[in-house]
């Protein structure tokens, strides 16, 4: 093999186990002796065959993983997938969870996870984890000797293996993480000398993949949220990769899948995703042209990794398929052209990079190379004897005369063969059809309509019965498709003639090949720029069958009309849109409401409209503004996990505990009831403390619950908002839903009971029921009273409020009249609201005599004393905003976001 590379090493490997793969161990958790799981818990949904999420396909994988001993552990990984010809390294700094390698981990799947023997005596706490995940990420685990692990080895796999153009820019990347070069050592090694697999010179796609650039989405949430799969029906599409999956060609169904499980935290790129898909929804002929010339790809991914992969020991096998690859990459080449042409006009600078990779002039000289070996008119075929005979007939005539000679005798006894299944159609009057197949070679068909009732003649044997059709064979055409020892037979035999032609092409094919695989680089770029175009297609195809808009990057989660989208396809009546607004000081929203009032589809609706946002594609709503958001955490639904002998509130505390370990001021989290598997008393209890803690990481939170004193209790803190999903009520009996988002905690606080009334309970048990619900309503309603400690909470989430509005004022696009009557409003409402909060107060006796006397005096004060809400409040009702111009009410504008910030910070303070 000419081109195969080893790096050179001061080790021997020629004993078997030398390389250290011969010993191996592979490791699977059992139930019952798990450790102490320091990830994400699995969860009780059930495990099929397609359950794995990384692949939609069978792949075959390779990772190597290396880490260092310390407080904040650095893990570097390598991938190698060996049916696409990529390679990713990547190096994570990570927690003592490991928790981004093993999501790392769990996204890409992998088929087989290398680790240092030495991890393994004793086990590192890396090893645990990975041995405890090992039955999620479908994966086994192979241990390979220390020595294989050199960055040396590393950095001449990088300079012998990838794309000449791409050396320096990996090299840059990788300077300094030591772990990942020792990885991609490892991983190379082991392909080589383990798995018998040799990649040529400057021949595989290598990229750095830094930890930061995509948001992270744990396989909890991936499952809860159904992003790849559906829960109920694993063979349904109705799942977000389904649902968004309009895509063409393999390569961007891979794509979009990635895209799913890993959405992208780059603005710059989303923006010119969202130009992109906006060019394509514009230019109606563009679009539907890209999309007709998408239709004819075959999955190049395949077909350039296959050209540069060599086998150790070559077969006829082998031989068969490079010439089928050389016709498919024919077929894929001669693909691109109509790409270029269909792109011609665009706008966007996405789809024109995308148009000049496709030039014909980066596709010419490949064209020329296949053009001087192969026929012009070789075509790829599906179809078994169809590609037999192109593969007869790839090479050009008078490459070699041997060539040429044997293929004649191929058609010859072709020939025969269908000279043969003529005289039996003629002999005894049966329709037959010759057809063929790779392992029975030829053999006749006949439709048992033709037979009526005859017995089919004992001239034909190997007889098979179909549901409409007979299958069967002849000695003589036994004869032809095996090898006969008679010389008659010898030159006629359509085996080996066909053996021969295969033989007598592997001399010319394997040249072109070679030639072509100095190319290969331009045609990966080209193959995923095609992904890319077919993935912003789909959107662009989502777009025009439906009502979507193009979401904006900025600091605020704002959402009108919003629906989820999968709901909106498979309901049979019109869903119900709702609104969506979060910023810091609406951070944490607490739904309530009754039971199938649409609680959990309105917060999983969030979720899945941003992931849409950051994979770059529209989303269901009349307008959607959304911020960068890097992890994604979703607790939904009460399952037990029997699998480990987890109860139902043992499986959610061990989520919420990774959830409120990993989130921070960037992630976005849903909850769906939280604390309903244990008593009300210890759920609400637990389900506050927790409400706290997510308050105070900043995070964006959809709080689902049917705690109606958790809204209560939370709803006058500053960060926290209550909605509602709205019903209506008739007469206590009946109850309607709206599926409506409302300001506030729900109000119907026996839902339940009118809910049960549907149910043929037993007379009068409902109506006992909702006696003693009231009784006890009324019991905890006597000891409700305000606090000074709430009214504080309520004046200082007032006026933060206030500092949001006017900041988002100033930095806004309002300017004159519209700014000024916009101020004017929001100026008679704070003080409305703030002045309904002093006579609350008052109400209850809980105002000192200083603030009775400052409400006294109005705005003689001045808002000398800080200290005084009430104060603030008479400030703002004297300050007129009557300026006409942008730059006035700009200058007011600052001047009342410090006075609120001076506020906001001395409530605080107190």
Same mark, same amino acid.
């Given at each position: 093999? +000419? ?12 004993? #078997? ?24 818990? #699995? ?7 397609? +359950? ?15 880490? +260092? ?118 991983? !190379? ?20 993949? %830094? ?51 890993? %959405? ?29 010339? $998408? ?161 089919? %003649? ?33 030159? $006629? ?15 010319? =094919? ?5 030639? =072509? ?14 992904? !890319? ?25 704002? @959402? ?9 396809? @498979? ?114 209890? @637990? ?67 009118? !809910? ?6 037993? %007379? ?25 400690? =709430? !009214? ?104 009342? +976001?410090?006075?609120?910030? @001076? ?8």
């Amino acid at each position: 093999m +000419s081109n195969r590379f080893r790096p050179s090493t001061s080790y021997s490997t020629s004993a #078997s186990t030398s390389y250290g793969y011969g010993d191996y161990t592979t490791t699977t958790s059992r139930p019952g002796t798990r450790r102490g799981n320091t990830g994400r818990p #699995s969860t009780a949904r059930p495990r099929t065959g397609a +359950s794995t999420i990384a692949r939609i396909e069978a792949q075959q994988l390779v990772c190597a993983i290396a880490e +260092s001993r310390g407080i904040s552990p650095t893990v570097g990984l390598a991938f190698v997938n060996l049916d696409t010809a990529e390679a990713v390294l990547c190096q994570i700094c990570d927690s003592q969870t490991y928790v981004r390698t093993v999501h790392k981990l769990k996204v890409y799947g992998p088929t087989e996870i290398l680790i240092v023997s030495t991890a393994a005596s004793p086990k590192s706490k890396l090893f645990s984890i990975i041995e405890e995940n090992l039955e999620d990420i479908s994966s086994k685990l192979t241990l390979l000797d220390r020595r294989y692990w050199a960055e040396t080895t590393g950095i001449e796999y990088i300079s012998s293996l990838a794309f000449k153009e791409d050396i320096e820019a990996i090299n840059v990347s990788v300077a300094g993480n030591y772990y990942a070069m020792c990885c991609i050592a490892a991983a !190379l090694k082991y392909i080589d000398l383990g798995l018998g697999m040799v990649f040529t010179y400057h021949s595989l796609r290598m990229r750095y993949e %830094p930890s930061e650039g995509s948001m992270m989405i744990d396989v909890s949430t991936i499952h809860s949220l159904e992003l790849v799969q559906n829960l109920h029906n694993p063979k349904s599409k109705d799942c977000l990769y389904g649902f968004l999956n309009e895509t063409l060609t393999p390569m961007g169904a891979r794509l979009l899948r990635n895209n799913v499980l890993q %959405p992208l935290t780059d603005p710059d790129v989303l923006t010119t995703r969202y130009a992109a898909v906006d060019d394509l929804t514009t230019k109606e002929e563009m679009f539907f042209s890209t999309r007709a010339a $998408l239709q004819s790809f075959l999955d190049a991914d395949r077909i350039l990794t296959a050209l540069i992969i060599t086998p150790s020991k070559p077969t006829l096998q082998t031989t068969e398929q490079a010439i089928n690859q050389v016709i498919m990459l024919k077929h894929f080449v001669g693909s691109i052209r109509p790409i270029y042409e269909a792109l011609t006009g665009t706008g966007s600078s996405m789809l024109d990079n995308i148009r000049e990779l496709c030039a014909p002039e980066n596709v010419a000289p490949i064209q020329q190379l296949i053009d001087q070996v192969i026929n012009e008119d070789t075509t790829y075929a599906r179809q078994p004897l169809e590609l037999r005979n192109q593969r007869i007939y790839a090479v050009k005539s008078g490459v070699n005369g041997l060539l040429d000679v044997a293929r004649t005798t191929y058609k010859e006894a072709s020939e025969d063969a269908y000279q043969h299944c003529t005289k039996l159609r003629q002999e005894f009057d049966i329709a037959l059809e010759l057809k063929y197949e790779s392992v029975r070679h030829f053999y006749i068909r006949v439709s048992t309509s033709e037979l009526e009732g005859r017995d089919l %003649p004992p001239i034909f044997t190997n007889v098979i019965r179909r549901k409409n059709f007979i299958e069967c064979q002849t000695l003589e055409l036994m004869k032809r498709n095996q090898k006969a020892r008679q010389p008659h037979y010898m030159m $006629l035999q359509i085996n080996v003639s066909h053996q021969e032609v295969i033989l007598m092409s592997d001399q010319a =094919v394997e040249g072109l090949i070679e030639e =072509v695989r100095s190319h290969m680089s331009m045609m990966f770029k080209i193959c995923e720029a095609i992904a !890319l175009l077919d993935m912003i297609s789909a959107f662009a195809q989502l777009v025009t069958v439906n009502d979507y808009t193009k979401p904006q990057l900025t600091n605020t989660l704002a @959402i009108q009309q919003g629906r989820h989208p999968i709901k909106e396809k @498979i309901m049979r009546t019109k869903f119900v849109p709702n609104d969506v607004y979060s910023t810091q000081q609406t951070r944490f929203q607490i739904i309530t409401g009754c039971n199938m009032s649409g609680k959990s589809t309105y917060i999983r609706s969030v979720a899945l409209m941003v992931i849409m946002a950051q994979i770059g594609c529209y989303v269901p709503a009349t307008y959607a503004s959304f911020p960068i958001l890097h992890q994604l955490f979703a607790r939904l639904g009460m399952d037990d996990n029997i699998e480990t002998n987890v109860s139902t509130f043992a499986a959610e505390m061990r989520e919420i505990a990774f959830i409120l370990r990993n989130i921070d001021r960037r992630s976005l989290a849903i909850i769906d009831e939280l604390g309903r598997g244990t008593s009300t008393r210890d759920g609400l209890a @637990i389900a506050l403390a927790i409400a706290e803690a997510l308050v105070s990481s900043k995070a964006l939170v959809w709080f689902a619950t049917h705690f109606k004193d958790l809204a209560t209790i939370m709803g006058e803190r500053a960060g926290v908002q209550n909605l509602h999903l709205a019903v209506e009520l008739e007469n206590n009996h009946s109850m309607t839903m709206l599926y409506r988002i409302t300001p506030g905690a729900v109000k119907e606080a026996h839902y339940g009971l009118t !809910l049960a009334r549907i149910v043929p309970m037993p %007379p009068g048990l409902v109506d006992h029921a909702a006696r003693i619900a009231q009784k006890l309503e009324a019991n905890v309603l006597k000891k409700k009273k305000a606090s000074e400690t =709430v !009214l504080r909470e309520k004046r200082r989430k007032l006026i933060l409020n206030l500092r949001e509005h006017l900041v988002q004022a100033h930095t806004g696009v309002l300017e004159g009249e519209v700014l000024s009557a916009w101020l004017k409003e929001l100026q008679k409402e704070f003080v409305n609201r703030m002045m309904a909060l002093e006579v609350e107060a008052a109400s209850v006796g809980q105002k000192s005599d200083d603030e009775d006397e400052i409400m006294m005096e109005g705005s003689d004060h001045g808002g000398e004393d800080e200290d005084r809400p009430g104060t603030f409040a008479s400030e703002l009702s004297v300050m007129t905003v009557e300026s006409k111009t942008s730059t006035e009410c700009h200058s007011t504008l600052r001047t009342m +976001s410090e006075a609120s910030t @001076i506020r906001a910070v001395s409530d605080n303070d107190r």
